[in-house]
Each structure stands twice: as C-alpha cells, then as structure tokens.
C-alpha cells in the first residue's frame, strides 16, 4: 500500500494530528472537505462537538474461539490514551493509494471499500498485521453511526 505524501508509519501521533486530512462531511453523510485530524477533533465554543468527519471501527474476531481482540490505546495517543476499546478505530484520508474515499451511496450500500482500505492500512500500522492477513474482501460491514465524543471536557 502506497502512502500519500503526508502519511508514513515513522511519523510521530503529533505528526500524523496534523498531516493526516480526513474526510469532512455533511449532515447527510457526503464527503465536502477535508480538515486536519487535530482540528477536526478540536472542541471549542464555536465548535463544541468538533467537526463532522467519517471513522471506522474494527472489530476483530477469532475464527476458532470467536474471541474479540480488544487493545489498550497506547499512553501516547492524543484521543482517547489509556483507554480499552475495540481492534482498531481510525479515519479514511484524503489522497491514499488505493482510495480510502466512499461516497454516500457506498455507505448507503455496505459496499465502502474506501472504509476498508483504511482499516487494513491501520490494522498493519497499529496492529503489525499484513493486508494478506486481513484482506478488505474478508471485511464486513455493518452499519452507520453519527455520534462524537470527547474524551476530555
């Protein structure tokens, strides 16, 4: 998988709040922009649930036990350190190789490809598991949620 010109496994959870640019969207879940991770979870008066923008979340499962692996977040994250959550959750960015860009009718349609590129993408860098190992095609999708959260006040 071919990094964009700002996303590289080396860079620093500081480096990739600022380079990495998700996807933006509207209240009816189409892609019109594109914001920095950081300040697309910035909460501020003016912006007090930061700004809309698409995620995934991974949940990963044993084939043999059903098991669902769970991580702790690393201390060092900017969201969310410390804390026991799913496999893996992140955000499509703008300019990856292959595309990590689904339009609305995707979503609308569990087809999402986008979604899953970026899932494996971050499967390898959080989790050091290969695409071959968790191939988008053997991914499932579920379903929608629009929701934010801060983890700080």
């Not at 879940?29 to 594109?34: L, P, T």
């Not at 914001?35 to 697309?40: I, N, V, W, Y």
């Not at 960015?93 to 609308?108: C, N, Q, R, T, W």
């Given at each position: 998988m071919a990094p964009n010109s700002t996303w590289d496994q080396?860079?620093?959870?500081?480096?990739?709040?600022?380079?990495?640019?998700?996807?933006?969207?509207?209240?009816?879940?189409?892609?019109?922009?594109?914001?920095?991770?950081?300040?697309?979870?910035?909460?501020?008066?003016s912006q007090s649930r930061g700004v809309l923008h698409r995620a995934f979340s991974v949940f990963l499962f044993d084939e043999s036990t059903s098991e669902l692996l769970l991580q702790k977040r690393?201390?060092?994250?900017?969201?969310f350190p410390n804390v026991w959550t799913n496999t893996c959750c992140s955000?499509?960015?703008?300019?990856?190789?292959?595309?990590?860009?689904?339009?609305?009718?995707?979503?609308?349609?569990?087809s999402v490809m986008g979604a899953k590129n970026a899932a494996v993408r971050k499967l390898n860098h959080e989790l050091g598991l290969p695409g071959q190992e968790v191939p988008a095609s053997k991914m499932k999708f579920l379903t929608r949620l629009h929701y934010w959260a801060a983890d700080t006040v």
């Open positions: 080396s860079m620093s959870q500081d480096d990739m709040m600022e380079k990495d640019t998700v996807l933006v969207l509207d209240n009816n879940d189409n892609v019109i922009g594109s914001e920095s991770k950081r300040a697309s979870h910035e909460f501020t008066t690393a201390s060092t994250k900017i969201t955000h499509p960015l703008h300019g990856m190789s292959p595309g990590e860009v689904d339009k609305a009718e995707d979503v609308a349609n569990g």
